[in-house]
Each structure stands twice: as structure tokens, then as C-alpha cells.
């Protein structure tokens, strides 16, 4: 048996847990819509953002929750929206 497994937490970085993590954990900025993703009904599904930390640009994607889909009228391109991001990697980062 392998000592180190033994004492290793288990790799469990679900999406659901990178979520909750950035909402406990992550810092705030601000961050505009650059584009938006609509699945076959015409629904806004995906949102594409911009933001900047320490002087550095960074664009990402983010698929709506459920909660989120239910005010995709908030998500127009060009509309400014709130970002929490990990400082340790600022390219992890999700729309609030």
C-alpha cells in the first residue's frame, strides 16, 4: 500500500465544487459580455466575457445555470457583469 495514497485527499474538482469554491473564495472585479451562445430554441446558453487583473486581459466562457438562463436578458453583449476569480489562477473565473 502506498503511504502517500493514504493520506491524499481525493481529487474531486466537479464543476459544482469549482463553483462553489469561486463563490466562497473568489475575488471580485468586473468583466463585460463580449458574445453570446443560443442552444436550437433561440436561448441564450453561453456567455463569453472579458475582465482584467493586475494588467493583464483575460476572456473566458461560461455556461449559464439554471438561475442564471431565467435572466439571460441581463447577459447582452456589451452589458457589464460581475466576475469572482481565483487570484492564485485568474484565468478560473466565473459570471455572478
Known sequence: MNLFKLFRRPEVD????????LLRQGRITDGMIID???D???RTVIIYFTYQHNG?????SHTLDDA??????DYPP???VTIRFDP???????VV
Not at 14 to 21: K, Q, V
Not at 56 to 60: F, K, L, P
Not at 68 to 73: D, K
Open 88 to 94: 492564485r489562477v485568474p484565468s478560473n473565473s466565473i
Open 36 to 38: 453570446v451562445g443560443v
Open 14 to 21: 466537479t464543476e459544482e465544487a469549482r463553483r462553489t469554491r
Open 68 to 73: 442564471q438562463r431565467g435572466r439571460a436578458a
Open 56 to 60: 493583464v486581459d483575460y476572456e473566458s
Open 40 to 42: 436550437a430554441d433561440d
Open 78 to 80: 456589451g452589458a457589464t
